[in-house]
């Protein structure tokens, strides 16, 4: 089994950045696929960005352009570097990995907070 811990978490400004960082605690076995999925209240969870070994990575619509995801291989880590931040970002982000193309963990969640 593989355990994910997030950090980064916090509440800012809107017009604001944050990064978000996540650890996976295996390594020697690449996870292929690492990304990040958010949450609001009354809301179902969503795909944020995801991003695989060979670097090739998706974003959400709702995030395009403001968000960059990026990952160290050698560390099985991933990050997303979040500017522009809107209060509609507002969310319990999840970091999620998995080894070929679905997602197999799921970090335990960080509370990220833009006031308008």
């Known amino acids: 089994q593989v355990q994910l811990v997030e950090s980064g978490g916090g509440s800012v400004q809107a017009g604001g950045s944050l990064t978000l960082s996540c650890a996976a605690s295996r390594s020697g076995l690449t996870l292929n696929t690492m990304g990040w999925y958010r949450q609001a209240p009354g809301k179902q969870r969503e795909s944020v960005a995801r991003i695989t070994t060979g670097g090739t990575a998706n974003y959400s619509d709702s995030v395009k352009g403001r968000f960059t995801i990026s990952r160290d291989n050698a560390k099985n880590s991933v990050y997303l570097q979040m500017n522009s931040l809107k209060p509609e970002d507002t969310a319990v982000y999840y970091c999620?990995?998995?080894?070929?193309?679905?997602?197999?963990?799921w970090g335990q969640g960080t509370q990220v907070t833009v006031s308008s």
């Open positions: 999620a990995a998995g080894w070929v193309v679905s997602i197999d963990y």
